[in-house]
């Protein structure tokens, strides 16, 4: 996957992007992880992520990729880069989900890793998208 361009200024390049998260989302690549983190994943434990789901293995892959695009969207909003608006209609529940899934355990990880802020993204995202939903 490309990574999220700005091309041009202004409505040009918020478009571009737009259609970039869009072309992401719809990938069979990024289905196949955000489908498995929804109905497959049922760790609650931030050891049980390692022993589940070792080095290498399809299922941190999986997990990588959903929470590299959704951290990644959530710095670009925090930041004003994209419009709102937009972004949530056409991510939908993907912020909420992925910080439900990862929530019982970041903690754990945050303090072993010793990163207040890993994650933090994901965790604004999905508390910014719940304020949004309320809002509309």
Sequence with gaps: EAPLTTM?????GEAA???QICQIITSDDFD?????????????????VKRKYPAG??????LQRVLLFVETLGDLLRRNLLPEDA???????IGLNTWEA????VADARR??????????????AARSFEWQREG
């Design 8 to 12: 041009g200024s202004g409505a040009t």
């Design 102 to 105: 990862i929530m019982p355990w």
């Design 87 to 93: 972004v949530f209609r056409l991510i939908g529940e």
């Design 57 to 62: 293995s399809r299922e941190l892959r999986y």
């Design 17 to 19: 992007a737009l259609l």
């Design 112 to 125: 072993e890793m010793d990163d207040p802020f890993l994650y933090a993204h994901i965790e604004w995202l």
């Design 32 to 48: 196949a992880a955000y489908t498995w983190l929804r109905f497959e994943f049922g760790v609650n434990t931030w050891g049980d």
